[in-house]
């Protein structure tokens, strides 16, 4: 049974942080990542991990204030968030592929498996 879900949203003020987590069950993915959609704009992509070896990848929007990590013992997929802004506000989404997603990995089509979405409010 695949299923993603996703925790830790919530409000924070800006410049605070969050750490969202998101568990993950049916399959041993091989690509997973965090997607956010605000209000009115399109799905975007903002952080990739490869499980085996762990390679990351960032959006520039989030890059050098978010950290996405994964531990395999407990298949949970997690995304710190530091220095947050209200640009960041947003449904934040946990995606998942069983293969590798070698091209557009910031692109939603390329990934299988989603969560429900975690809401983050920063004021």
């Known amino acids: 049974h695949v299923q993603l879900v996703e925790s830790g949203g919530g409000s924070v003020q800006a410049g605070g942080s969050l750490r969202l987590s998101c568990a993950a069950s049916g399959y041993l993915y091989s690509s997973m990542g965090w997607f956010r959609q605000a209000p009115g704009k399109e799905r975007e992509g903002i952080a990739v991990i490869y499980t085996s070896g762990g390679s990351t990848y960032y959006g520039d929007s989030v890059k050098g204030r978010f950290t996405i990590s994964r531990d395999s013992a407990k298949n949970t997929l997690s995304l710190q968030m530091n220095s947050l802004k209200p640009e960041d506000t947003a449904m934040y989404y946990c995606?998942?592929?069983?293969?590798?997603?070698?091209?557009?990995?910031?692109?939603?089509?390329?990934?299988?498996?989603w969560g429900q979405g975690t809401q983050v409010t920063v004021s």
């Open positions: 995606a998942a592929r069983r293969s590798p997603v070698l091209s557009n990995i910031f692109t939603s089509a390329a990934y299988d498996y």
